[in-house]
């Protein structure tokens, strides 16, 4: 079965660092988006992206995150300036269009900011 | 936005035990898939289900979106199946939609 793979799966960095989360999304998917998930808590969205621009961003999506999808293949989110509170499960995900909506998460990158 | 509310918070059963998840969400949806949050943190994909019953092994789920709730059922319960249980729902009718988690259901099986 087709998988989204992220990559590192566990990123340790010291606050006001940038980081890049990189993600593979599944080949024939269009729509590509980014969850989080601090400890303990819900999954929220991040930002959705589709032909090669944003669609939608939630208002944790602020001027320190950025999305790109460079060459095709990969799909990543960038944190410019990371802060202590950036520390979470990051997840990727993808999907097809219609008929089918479902969505393929990817396992996640735990973000540690010390 | 839309609210999705999950139950029970908790659950503890033994092995061999059946279980009964709800997924309760405040207006009509396009979407819905059923995730299990394992130990490492990834979330597993175990149903999309917007709509009628579906199964896979010991999983199953139904859900009746005239009514605004999905049941997700385990039945004899293994220890493999401890985890967080979300429901997800999304709304849009284009494919950009978002999806709106749950709280989710922590599920714990004692041997």
């Known amino acids: 079965e087709p998988e989204v793979t992220q990559t590192p799966s566990h990123q340790v960095t010291q606050m006001g660092q940038e980081v890049i989360l990189r993600c593979v999304p599944i080949?024939?998917?269009?729509?590509f988006y980014w969850y989080r998930q601090i400890l303990g808590q819900k999954v929220e969205f991040l930002v959705s992206f589709y032909n090669n621009e944003i669609s939608e961003k939630s208002e944790i999506f602020d001027d320190q995150f950025s999305v790109e999808r460079p060459d095709g293949s990969n799909f990543t989110l960038k944190i410019r300036s990371t802060k202590l509170e950036d520390s979470a499960m990051y997840f990727c995900?993808?999907?097809?269009?219609?008929?089918?909506?479902?969505?393929?998460f990817g396992s996640g990158t735990r973000l540690t900011v010390v | 936005g839309i609210q999705v509310e999950q139950s029970p918070p908790d659950l503890i059963l033994q092995e061999g035990a059946n279980s009964t998840l709800r997924c309760n969400f405040s207006?009509?949806?396009?979407?819905l898939q059923w995730f299990h949050q394992n130990p490492w943190g990834q979330l597993i994909n175990l149903f999309y289900i917007p709509s009628g019953t579906k199964q896979n092994g010991r999983l199953s789920a139904t859900t009746v979106a005239t009514e605004r709730y999905s049941l997700l059922y385990i039945s004899s319960s293994q220890t493999t199946d401890s985890g967080v249980y979300f429901c997800a729902v999304g709304i849009s009718n284009f494919g950009n939609e978002k999806l709106t988690f749950g709280t989710g259901t922590r599920l714990t099986i004692i041997p």
């Open positions: 080949s024939n998917h269009l729509y």
């Open positions: 995900a993808s999907r097809t269009g219609p008929p089918n909506y479902g969505y393929t």
């Open positions: 207006d009509s949806v396009n979407n």
